[in-house]
């Protein structure tokens, strides 16, 4: 663990050609013992970055250390990419974070995550579609982690009405865990560390710099299945976190809001550049991700729904467990070639094995046959 938080602080968070390096060498360990033949790993690492991980990490490996420390003191998860418990939705980025520090109950990858975002000057219009859209929300989906950045304006409503609703919510930060910004914030803060998490990329002692707000959008925006934007002025953070999500190949929705308001500008724009799905409730929303049965199959869990010893199948459902059984987890795609079946059958097929509790979904659409 040391090496790669002391791999991370020698790279500065330039995770282009670092973090190639560090997938291909399986961590910091790797890096630092291959550290005199770099470009006998990868030929086109630069220079400046071949002569930074040929120094001395004497003092990188003794502030490492220092955070271990820190973290185990105060029962904080040190998330490392390719290792258990790190957001698998966030490692499939091309600019994931080599080490996440988490201070939190709620599992970051849960069937359902999603942002929701906006100015830091939210009017009384936008806190009032967030109340509502979070609240039928939990009617539709009872099972989805709310993430945002704990910033003023739309941020905090989002994680409070989260919280007021009993969903998990996480803030992703811009700074260490040894604080919290703002301060006025901190009570809904501790709320949350047993009701989601506060999540962050940076050792303690970091200071607050506007860069680092900006970098922490990308991983709300990647560890989420779809960002919502509620208010935004024309330019702004949250318009930078819409631009990452769709880059990533995540969904992206917005309200409107009224004609040539400062705060509704942004969302109008972007809606009319095709730049995100126009929604005006959580009912819009859950059918353009075809979250629909989320209640459903909450309520028959609720009614005691569960696998049987020798569950009926139909024939196709038979056919989806066999290839399960002979190949382990799969995703949806790979599971429609093997059963040549198409993916609406598939899914409707998966949903009943679920409901009959004969499988579960994970993230990233992949399947895992209940044992």
């Not at 500065?12 to 973090?19: C, E, I, M, P, V």
């Not at 709320?191 to 970091?206: N, R, V």
Request: some cysteine.
């Amino acid at each position: 663990m040391k090496y790669d938080l002391a791999f991370t602080r020698l790279t500065g968070f330039n995770l282009d050609t670092a973090l190639r390096l560090y997938r291909e060498l399986g961590g910091g360990r790797g890096v630092y013992e291959h550290r005199h033949d770099l470009r006998d790993v990868l030929p086109d690492c630069s220079d400046r970055l071949v002569a930074t991980l040929q120094q001395d990490w004497s003092l990188p490996l003794a502030r490492a250390e220092q955070e271990q420390a820190f973290a185990e003191k105060h029962g904080i998860q040190v998330l490392r990419l390719g290792k258990d418990g790190y957001p698998q939705r966030l490692a499939e980025c091309p600019d994931a974070p080599i080490v996440l520090f988490y201070l939190g109950s709620a599992d970051l990858n849960q069937r359902r995550i999603i942002s929701i975002i906006g100015t830091r000057h939210c009017t009384s219009y936008g806190q009032d579609l967030i109340r509502r859209f979070v609240g039928d929300l939990r009617n539709l989906c009872p099972e989805v982690l709310i993430v945002s950045g704990l910033a003023y304006g739309v941020d905090i409503c989002a994680h409070r009405q989260a919280l007021a609703n009993g969903y998990e919510t996480v803030g992703v930060l811009a700074h260490g865990l040894d604080e919290i910004y703002p301060p006025l914030h901190r009570d809904t803060a501790t709320q949350m560390i047993s009701h989601g998490g506060l999540l962050t990329e940076y050792m303690s002692e970091t200071t607050i710099d506007k860069r680092n707000f900006v970098r922490r959008n990308r991983i709300v925006a990647g560890m989420s299945d779809a960002t919502i934007l509620v208010e935004s002025a024309s330019k702004g953070g949250g318009l930078i976190t819409t631009r990452i999500a769709q880059d990533y190949g995540r969904g992206v929705f917005a309200f409107p809001g009224p004609v040539g308001a400062t705060y509704s500008e942004g969302c109008n724009n972007l809606i009319r550049d095709n730049g995100a799905q126009l929604i005006t409730s959580a009912t819009d929303f859950t059918e353009f991700m075809g979250w629909q049965d989320d209640n459903r199959l909450a309520l028959a869990r609720q009614e005691g729904i569960e696998r049987s010893c020798f569950p009926s199948l139909l024939p196709e459902e038979q056919l989806i467990v066999s290839e399960l059984e002979k190949a382990g987890d799969l995703m949806l795609n790979t599971l429609a070639v093997k059963t040549n079946m198409s993916a609406g059958q598939l899914t409707a097929l998966l949903f009943q094995l679920e409901m009959k509790g004969v499988v579960r979904p994970l993230a990233g659409g992949v399947y895992h046959l209940l044992k």
